[in-house]
């Protein structure tokens, strides 16, 4: 189809940034890549699944050189929570320019999002701000979107499909309320409502493949929309599940 697909990071986690790379361009074809802490911490992660020290302007570049010579484009970053520390979400910025980023998919703080806005304009990277699950902040599409709303053309959304579908809202219609502002969205079908239901194969869920694929084919959306299909099952041997929900996305965008 005409918008360029890619896959989210999170998805194959379990992988080295190398062999991240092979499978994205040799199993599956493509040449864009969401990238997460899983494949380089943009800041301290004291526990949890990131746990470790941030990277280095080395590191970034090391990425940079790796993901180049594989011919593989990092069309965003995240998920980040930007906080209120001006130097801080200025290394944000320099290490997304360093990696060629376009979005920073973000659950920003409101009250910094002036400054935010600045540094967005200065780097010309677009702040994707994602709605999350239930109990979570910016749950609603309509909070998104009053986040962004009187803001300039680097201010937008992420549309995590997985998170409205937990919230029992309609990710098509979100996506033709968000229109051209949609910087990115989180491609996903998930198995139940519940915060933590699993990220499964599209249409094996609660998805409206044929409604949400309509949406995708008729809205105005950016050209260098990053568009990153995420699947968190079967997390060893990703790759068969990811190639259906792949050939479907395809099937119903061609």
Do not use: W
């Amino acid at each position: 189809g005409g918008l360029p697909m890619g896959i989210h990071g999170a998805s194959l986690e379990r992988f080295s940034n190398e062999e991240i790379l092979r499978i994205v361009v040799e199993d599956f074809g493509l040449s864009e890549l969401e990238l997460t802490p899983s494949q380089i911490r943009f800041r301290d992660y004291r526990n949890g699944r990131y746990g470790g020290p941030a990277a280095s302007m080395d590191d970034v570049k090391a990425l940079r050189k790796l993901m180049d010579s594989a011919g593989v484009r990092a069309t965003a970053y995240g998920l980040l929570s930007f906080r209120d520390s001006a130097d801080e979400n200025r290394k944000m910025f320099e290490f997304a320019s360093e990696l060629g980023v376009r979005n920073l998919t973000c659950i920003p703080q409101l009250n910094s999002l002036d400054g935010l806005e600045l540094l967005a304009d200065e780097f010309n990277i677009r702040l994707a701000i994602h709605n999350n699950g239930p109990g979570d902040v910016l749950t609603d599409i309509s909070e998104v979107i009053s986040a962004y709303e009187y803001r300039g053309d680097n201010v937008g959304a992420c549309l995590d499909i997985g998170h409205a579908l937990r919230n029992s809202q309609d990710p098509a219609l979100a996506l033709k309320q968000i229109g051209k502002k949609t910087f990115g969205i989180h491609l996903k079908d998930v198995s139940g409502r519940g915060a933590d239901s699993d990220v499964i194969g599209l249409g094996d869920g609660l998805l409206d493949t044929e409604s949400m694929f309509e949406a995708l084919r008729t809205v105005e959306l950016p050209d260098d929309i990053a568009l990153s299909l995420e699947y968190l099952i079967n997390t060893d041997n990703p790759q068969p599940g990811m190639l259906k929900s792949l050939a479907l996305a395809e099937d119903e965008l061609s």
